[in-house]
Nanobody, 127 residues
Framework: EVQLVESGGGLVQAGGSLRLSCVAS????????IHWFRQAPGKEREGILC????????YYVDSVKGRFTIFSDNAKNTVYLQMNSLKPEDTAVYYC????????????????????WGQGTQVTVSS
């Protein structure tokens, strides 16, 4: 069974940090790029970051550059999203997704047609 399971969300004050985890199982994750998306209340889901199987990363949202970092632990089939200097506008449900439309590489621009999705984890940043 293919699974992407996110964890690590929660409530944090503005300026704080959280680390989200995405554990992949049931498929050859080395053949896929892993993406992080988020969906804020009343807004469309947006792709924010991607990491390739060779650990190259791509940012799709300027507002997270310098604050969010994506990295992986291949031995654990886990991709992490380190979020620092959190702002209230980062409040959203965060999803990880896997896709191989571009092989295991990250595209230059994001898109929503992923092969697999996780269930999401809520991040709430209080002011």
């Amino acid at each position: 069974e293919v699974q992407l399971v996110e964890s690590g969300g929660g409530l944090v004050q503005a300026g704080g940090s959280l680390r989200l985890s995405c554990v992949a199982s049931g498929f050859a994750s080395d053949d896929y790029a892993i993406h992080w998306f988020r969906q804020a209340p009343g807004k469309e889901r947006e792709g924010i970051l991607c990491i390739s199987s060779s650990d190259d990363s791509a940012y799709y949202v300027d507002s997270v550059k310098g604050r969010f970092t994506i990295f992986s632990d291949n031995a654990k089939n886990t991709v992490y999203l380190q979020m620092n200097s959190l702002k209230p506008e980062d409040t959203a449900v965060y999803y990880c997704a896997a896709d191989r439309s571009w092989g295991s590489s990250c595209p230059e621009t994001t898109y929503s047609g992923m092969d697999y999705w996780g269930q999401g984890t809520q991040v709430t940043v209080s002011s």
